[in-house]
């Protein structure tokens, strides 16, 4: 039986989790930390951490995971930069999944985002627009931010250098390299994702919507189930579900 310590456990998605957690036979959940509670002191009863509380909480939840022998799966979105700087370096001494989307839909999304950029090749204006609830605190979403990543390195781009987040007044002619992000807020939409593609004369657009966390919350789960069994490392959902 694979023991289980959920963080964040009073948010949507913590709720999510302790909700899908009994369809899974062979985990338990053995600890609920939200704000308040001391990791540190329940975390020896836990096999892993499935950590979907704040991305501020990630790095020292990765700490002490390292620290105490422990796996993890990475839920959190809108890490800065010295924050995934600290995780990284727990990858050497954990095995931890991280994934900014672990729904199994939304991977199959990012085999066929590349697929397709490679099939289209350079004649296509890329642009990704995603719309969640009015209560997400991060923009972009990570699994936008992941599919942007996944276009510019079938393109061999530094994202960095062609992301265009969102346009505003002047902006000229749409250049041929940039990667269009745009981010919509809104009433209660648990997560909506698409690639355009677009030329002239056609337009290919890949959509995913999910409709309930429970999707999240099931690869979530399956992930930590896989990753107390493997070396350790940094992995991602596709590494979970064989897709590499
Ligand atoms: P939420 O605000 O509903 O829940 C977060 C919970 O974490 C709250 O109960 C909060 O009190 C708690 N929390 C905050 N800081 C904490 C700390 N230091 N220690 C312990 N608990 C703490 O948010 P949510 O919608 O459940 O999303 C949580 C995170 O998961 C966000 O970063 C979101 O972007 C991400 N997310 C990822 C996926 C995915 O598939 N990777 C899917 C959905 C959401």
């Known amino acids: 039986m694979t023991k289980v310590i959920i963080t964040g456990s009073k948010g949507r998605m913590g709720r999510a989790l302790l909700d899908c957690a009994p369809a899974h036979g062979e985990l338990e959940v053995v600890g609920q930390i939200d704000q308040g509670d001391d990791l540190a002191r329940v975390i020896q009863q836990g096999d892993v951490v499935i950590d979907f509380s704040s991305h501020t909480a990630t790095a020292t939840i990765a700490e002490l995971c390292a620290a105490n022998g422990k796996a993890l799966v990475i839920g959190t979105t809108g890490h800065d930069d010295a924050e995934k700087t600290r995780i990284t370096r727990c990858a050497a001494r954990l095995p931890m999944v991280w994934a900014s989307n672990y729904s199994t839909g ?36 990570g699994t936008a931010k992941s599919l942007a990543e996944i276009l510019a390195a079938v393109r061999r781009q530094q994202l960095a250098k062609v992301a265009r987040h969102g346009r505003e007044g002047i902006v000229g002619e749409r250049t041929h390299e940039e990667i ?46 896989w990753v107390v069994r493997q070396p350790p490392g940094r992995y991602d959902m596709q590494d979970v579900l064989g897709l590499k």
Do not use: C
């Open 180 to 225: 269009g992000i745009h981010s919509v807020r809104g009433g209660d939409v648990v997560g909506d994702h698409t690639v355009v593609f677009a030329t002239n004369g056609e337009r290919v657009e890949l959509t995913h919507k999910a409709s309930s966390r429970d999707t999240f919350a099931h690869g979530a789960l399956r992930a930590a189930l």
């Open 106 to 141: 939304v991977n199959t999304l990012f085999w066929l985002t590349r697929k397709a950029a490679e099939i289209l090749g350079p004649g296509y204006d890329l642009e990704v627009v995603e719309m969640h609830h009015r209560l997400k605190k991060d923009a972009p979403s």
